[in-house]
């Protein structure tokens, strides 16, 4: 699975199947596939109801860009009047399309759009250009001949502001834009212009998913200020203190870590103003909503728990025994878990226990979640399996509470020669893994199997043709290495017995 991009009304998966990459779209009814047979080179952006491609080709020596939207289950192509010359960096915002134009001799200038179904074109901007980038109802231009920076707003074409001597941030974070430069910090947002200076110089600037984090030099460590989307001001958060920053949390939490002598993490709750200092020792593998937490004491080594993150120290509700994974997905309660009596499965974090989903991929590859997301109201899981193709289920209603009669809507259909659909560079496919009884084995060509234990010594040796299943029920847990020799060289791969 390559990504998962989803607006009001479809969902779109892109994955890898024999060698090249597939689109599924489908709004829960139908399904349609899109192959890269002839758009090789593709990106998808959604806006709030429709499904564009933008597609990247080489003639000559010389790269071009045309714009595709998705319509009745077919791409259909724009066409742009662009007075002769090449459209370039396409930004889409509803059915407005800006971009760059590029004259003969390979140069960027002047900013366009067009609204689809008309011909006229429509300047923002003349002059030699760097770059143009969009966020959320905003357009960042890199201009050549003038002020460095133009922000637009993409709904309405209004200029909002220019700059000089300052950059945009890499990314931005829903519609807020952010720009710094050596001791300045600008915020565009909801149509307002927030500027800050500072009396140091600013280290970097870098969006999360509640808001834009500014890091800023300091005599004894470094100085923290966040912009909050919620309350839409430049807040400080730490002041000369050794901490840097680890990753966003659930809802208003961001979780840092103190380098300094008594090495800790800390987390600031945005929405109470409140700092908790975490033990030392307690390394925080990630934040959840409902105010818990995955933590596990690096000193004791101990399995990884769960904590309620309440009062003035955190509370161990329960161990999560045999757990196995902690992939980001959108929804981040729901996690992969294996357990010895039900093997690999999907379990969502609850307070005071785990919900164990039943085994909702159908095929002999077991749970291997790509991505847990939000689409039409609802919570859907998805997963692409080499026997039954891309699967999606919807797993509830917001309330995440789960039922019985949980759907199962197969977006692909069944593959039988599960085997001829590898992809070229996968030459050795194991699950599941980890493994609690019998271990399948994939291979595009036949071969000798060997398994190391973890001292190295050979537990099992066979040869094997395209398809193989083992018993490893007699396997102690641990960690061990398979090793398949064959017609396409040597492969290793590191298996888990539980």
């Given at each position: 699975?390559e990504?998962?991009?989803?607006?009001?009304?479809l969902?779109?998966?892109?994955?890898?199947?024999?060698g090249?990459?597939v689109?599924?779209?489908?709004d829960?009814?139908k399904v349609?596939?899109?192959?890269?047979s002839?758009y090789a080179?593709?990106?998808f952006?959604?806006?709030?109801?429709?499904?564009?491609m933008i597609?990247?080709s080489?003639?000559n020596?010389?790269?071009?860009?045309?714009v595709?939207?998705?319509?009745n289950?077919?791409l259909?192509?724009?066409?742009?009047?662009?007075g002769?010359?090449d459209?370039?960096e396409h930004?889409i915002?509803d059915?407005?399309?800006y971009?760059?134009l590029r004259s003969?001799a390979g140069?960027l200038?002047?900013?366009?759009?067009?609204?689809?179904?008309?011909?006229?074109?429509n300047?923002?901007f003349?002059g030699?250009?760097?770059y143009?980038?969009?966020?959320g109802?905003y357009?960042?231009?890199?201009t050549?001949?003038?002020?460095d920076?133009k922000?637009?707003?993409?709904s309405?074409?209004?200029l909002l502001?220019?700059f000089?001597?300052?950059?945009?941030?890499?990314?931005t974070t829903s519609n807020?834009?952010?720009l710094?430069?050596?001791?300045?910090?600008?915020?565009?947002?909801?149509d307002?212009?927030?500027?800050q200076?500072?009396?140091?110089?600013?280290?970097?600037?870098?969006?999360?998913?509640q808001g834009?984090l500014?890091?800023?030099?300091?005599n004894?460590?470094?100085s923290?200020?966040?912009?909050?989307?919620?309350r839409g001001k430049?807040?400080e958060?730490?002041k000369d203190?050794?901490?840097?920053f680890?990753?966003a949390?659930?809802?208003?939490?961001?979780?840092?870590?103190?380098?300094g002598?008594?090495?800790?993490?800390v987390l600031f709750?945005?929405?109470k103003q409140?700092?908790?200092?975490f033990?030392?020792?307690?390394q925080?593998?990630?934040?959840?909503?409902g105010?818990?937490a995955?933590a596990y004491?690096?000193?004791?080594?101990?399995?990884?728990?769960?904590?309620?993150?309440?009062g003035s120290a955190?509370?161990?509700?329960?161990?999560?025994i045999?757990?196995y994974?902690?992939?980001?997905?959108?929804?981040?309660?729901?996690?992969?878990?294996?357990?010895?009596?039900r093997g690999f499965?999907?379990v969502r974090?609850?307070?005071d226990?785990?919900?164990h989903?039943p085994?909702?991929?159908k095929?002999?590859?077991?749970?291997?979640?790509?991505?847990?997301?939000h689409?039409k109201?609802?919570v859907y899981a998805?997963?692409f399996?080499?026997?039954?193709?891309l699967q999606?289920?919807k797993?509830?209603?917001?309330?995440?509470?789960p039922?019985?009669?949980?759907?199962?809507?197969?977006t692909?259909?069944?593959?039988?020669?599960h085997v001829?659909?590898?992809?070229d560079?996968?030459?050795l496919?194991?699950?599941?893994?980890p493994?609690?009884?019998e271990l399948n084995?994939?291979?595009?060509?036949g071969?000798?199997?060997?398994?190391?234990?973890p001292?190295?010594f050979?537990?099992?040796k066979?040869?094997?043709g395209?398809s193989?299943?083992?018993?490893m029920?007699?396997?102690?847990?641990g960690?061990?290495m398979?090793?398949y020799s064959g017609a396409?060289g040597?492969?290793?791969?590191?298996?888990?017995?539980?």
């Open positions: 699975m990504r998962v991009v989803t607006n009001n009304r969902a779109l998966f892109e994955l890898s199947v024999s090249k990459i689109g599924i779209v489908t829960l009814e349609w596939e899109i192959d890269n002839q080179q593709r990106e952006r959604a806006t709030s109801n429709d499904l564009f597609h990247s080489v003639k020596g010389i790269g071009y860009s045309t595709y939207k998705f319509e289950g077919d259909k192509l724009i066409e742009l009047n662009k002769g010359a459209a370039m930004q915002y059915n407005r399309i971009y760059m003969s140069y200038h002047d900013i366009c759009y067009t609204d689809i179904g008309s011909d006229k074109v300047r923002l003349s030699p250009m760097s143009l980038l969009r966020r109802d357009l960042i231009a890199g050549m001949s003038g002020p920076v922000i637009y707003k993409a309405t074409a209004e502001g220019e000089t001597d300052i950059y945009p941030v890499d990314a807020a834009v952010g710094w430069g050596k001791r300045e910090a600008v915020i565009v947002h909801n307002r212009i927030i500027s200076k500072f009396t140091e110089d600013i280290e970097f600037s870098s969006p999360v998913p834009i500014i890091k800023v030099k300091s004894t460590g470094s923290w200020y966040i912009y909050e989307l919620k430049i807040t958060l730490a203190q050794t901490i840097d680890s990753n949390g659930a809802g208003d939490q961001l979780l840092f870590y103190d380098s002598n008594n090495r800790h993490q709750d945005l929405a409140k700092r908790f200092d033990p030392t020792g307690l925080i593998v990630k934040t959840m909503p105010e818990l995955i004491d690096v000193f004791d080594n101990t399995a990884p728990a769960v904590y309620a993150l309440e955190p509370v161990k509700m329960y161990d999560l045999d757990w994974d902690s992939p980001s997905f959108g929804q981040v309660n729901y996690t992969p878990f294996s357990t010895k009596a499965e999907l974090i609850d307070r226990s785990l919900y989903f085994e909702i991929i095929g002999p590859e077991g749970a291997t979640i790509h991505e847990v997301f689409f109201g609802s998805t997963a399996t080499y026997s039954k193709g999606v289920w797993m509830d209603e917001m309330n995440l509470i039922d019985d009669d949980d759907e199962l809507p197969v692909r259909p069944e593959i039988p020669d001829s659909n590898l992809p560079n996968m030459h496919n194991v699950y599941p893994n493994a609690v009884g084995i994939d291979l595009k060509e071969g000798l199997i060997r398994i190391l234990d001292r190295g050979e537990k099992l066979v040869t094997v395209k193989k299943r083992l018993d029920r007699n396997f102690p847990p960690q061990y398979i090793i396409n040597q492969v290793v791969k590191k298996i888990v017995k539980l």
